[in-house]
């Protein structure tokens, strides 16, 4: 999208936004807010060279919530004509003279909405065209199989790019708009030893918001071949308790077991096995847990959330402590408190690492289990019981000795979080949450 098409979209979104700020009006709301999108992207998928999905994407849509009273309606249309637009808000309208009375709804506080906007540098948009696209993505897949001769096949490759826009406005008098880019290129492929049956699979993928900083074809093809090579001759452990390394892909899960928690939804509804912990020390001391949300390119990123309220540099865990919880502005009145400006999620959450880099951690875990996949979710966010699959490596005096499959890590929440030993300085930037590895002692190991 060029920059003139961009302020002509920006302009077309906001009186689309104007006109259904006043048509929930017209039909009877005292309040509404809404979100409106507009974008357009380009995917490819290969397969042994053969393209099996090529896609344009050209998306829209428009999002509202209307508020009578305490009363309720929501609706969403991708048809952006003005009948359309019309049709929406009155049905919405229409569905909250029928919904109960909730005395916990409405807007966000007037006095939360974000006043100050400034670029975050978020909009980095890839002319990229279909032919180039599938030249990118061969030669992605052919730089993994032609990395070894154990990779015996693919299971693809592919790339996409989107760029769009998004606009959150509200009866306060609030909009906010912001326009975006993503990009990204994945590989994936099998090897198998020669006289082995057993296959293995893995990939690499690189995401960013400005294509010039993709990693190369060649790189991601090859950092799939390497991840599949060494996945290769797997053997399964026998049960036992271990100390467990997760790398920092899946370093982000345990981080978001921990929000779960703390969800300003869990704590009244009361469905948590961290209830009531502001204040708590459920980390050790070393654990900082916060939010950046003003990162220029970072994927988490904004000023504001989803409802307008404006976003802030935000302790959440500090010397191990909870600080906060995390609230859009339903589940904060329903606990006596204020927004923490998460409705939609957290922004660019960072848990601070101890200082080792991923070697020093081996050396640290000495004899235990590196995770680098995860199976399958069994958590229980009342009890904070835990128990998922794992693939990965078993590690020996701080050195890698051979790959792990079916096997499934436990414990609990509470004493994985407590048992935190440290946290590495090889953070993963392709997500809104940013951690390094994370070393956990005395966890169940189940195998053979």
């Known amino acids: 999208m060029s920059n003139d098409k961009l302020i002509q979209s920006q302009d077309e979104l906001r009186e689309v936004s104007d006109n259904v700020l006043k048509l929930a009006k017209k039909y009877g709301a005292s309040d509404a807010e809404l979100s409106l999108n507009r974008g357009a992207g380009l995917s490819v998928e290969i397969h042994m060279e053969n393209v099996d999905k090529l896609e344009y994407h050209r998306d829209q849509g428009l999002s509202i919530t209307v508020y009578m009273g305490k009363h309720t309606g929501s609706a969403s249309t991708g048809d952006l004509s003005a009948q359309a637009v019309e049709d929406t808000v009155k049905a919405a309208c229409n569905i909250a003279k029928y919904t109960e009375e909730d005395k916990y709804t409405g807007l ?68 906010g708009i912001v326009p975006s880019s993503r990009h990204s290129l994945s590989c994936s492929v099998i090897g198998q030893e020669e006289g082995d049956e057993n296959m293995q699979r893995d ?148 848990l601070d690492s101890t200082g080792q880099n991923f070697d020093e951690l081996l050396k640290m875990l000495d004899t235990g289990f590196l995770v680098t996949e995860l199976i399958g979710s069994g958590i229980n966010n009342i009890t904070g019981d835990y128990s998922r699959g794992a693939a990965g490596y078993w590690v020996e005096n701080g050195e890698i000795q051979h790959a792990v499959e079916e096997v499934t890590v436990a414990g609990n929440l509470k004493d994985m979080f407590k048992n935190i030993v440290a946290v590495g300085t090889d953070v993963d930037l392709r997500s809104a949450t940013r951690t390094g590895s994370i070393l956990i002692e005395g966890m169940m190991v189940a195998g053979s």
Not at 160 to 174: D, P, Q, R, V
Not at 316 to 321: A, E, H, P, S
């Open 108 to 175: 966000a506080d007037a006095d939360m909405m974000a006043t100050e906007v400034s670029d975050l540098d978020l909009y980095h948009p890839w002319n990229l065209e279909a032919d180039q696209a599938i030249d990118i993505a061969r030669e992605c897949e052919q730089h993994a199989l032609q990395f070894d001769s154990r990779i015996v096949n693919s299971d693809g490759a592919s790339i996409s790019s989107y760029s769009g826009l998004g606009l959150i406005a509200n009866s306060h008098g609030f909009t």
């Open 203 to 350: 990939y690499w993928y690189s995401s960013t918001r400005v294509n010039s900083e993709l990693q190369s074809a060649k790189a991601v093809g090859e950092k799939a071949a390497e991840k599949t090579l060494a996945r290769l001759n797997a053997k399964q452990i026998s049960t036992r308790e271990a100390n467990i390394l997760y790398s920092p892909e899946m370093a982000r899960s345990i981080i978001s077991h921990f929000t779960s928690a703390i969800a300003g939804g869990a704590q009244y509804r009361k469905s948590t096995f961290l209830l009531d912990c502001i204040d708590e020390k459920v980390f050790p001391e070393f654990i900082h847990l916060h939010e950046q949300p003003h990162l220029l390119r970072a994927f988490g990123s904004g000023y504001f959330d989803k409802e307008g309220v404006a976003t802030k540099n935000r302790d959440i865990v500090t010397d191990g402590v909870v600080q906060d919880y995390i609230m859009g502005s339903y589940s904060a009145r329903q606990l006596g408190l204020k927004s923490t400006a998460n409705s939609g999620g957290t922004h660019n959450l960072t």
